[in-house]
């Protein structure tokens, strides 16, 4: 079981932007960023595999949110993502998920407790 442990979170104008963090402690090959607004389902924002550190987004976020990890850390996983041009529909609570391969993409086994985002108009 691995550990995740996500910051970051705010609240911010439309525009504004944020940097969420996620510290997970344990094995796993691809990490990801959810989010669930209030009365919706949960939807996958952006994945990272981090054997070949491909990343993929979600067509709601692509161009505004960057997925990364930092490779200087070797005893913990930490993964970051970068927001940008922030919208009100962003506003949800950010959920950081790790697992391992699948045939399907990934397998999430473990999650964080959640980091809140709020963007006003």
């Known amino acids: 079981q691995v550990q995740l442990q996500e910051s970051g979170g705010g609240s911010v104008q439309s525009g504004g932007s944020l940097k969420l963090s996620c510290a997970a402690s344990?094995?796993?090959?691809?990490m990801a960023w959810f989010r669930q607004a209030p009365g919706k389902e949960r939807e996958g924002v952006a994945t990272?595999?981090?054997?070949?550190?491909?990343?993929?987004?979600?067509d709601s976020v692509k161009g505004r949110f960057t997925i990364s990890r930092d490779n200087a850390e070797t005893t913990l996983y930490l993964l970051y993502l970068q927001m940008n041009s922030l919208k009100p529909e962003d506003t949800a609570m950010y959920y950081c998920?790790?697992?391992?391969?699948?045939?399907?993409?990934?397998?999430?086994?473990?999650w964080g407790q959640g980091t809140q985002v709020t963007v006003s108009s």
């Open positions: 998920a790790a697992g391992f391969r699948s045939p399907n993409g990934c397998d999430y086994h473990s």
């Open positions: 344990g094995d796993t090959r691809c």
């Open positions: 990272f595999y981090i054997g070949g550190g491909s990343a993929y987004y979600a």
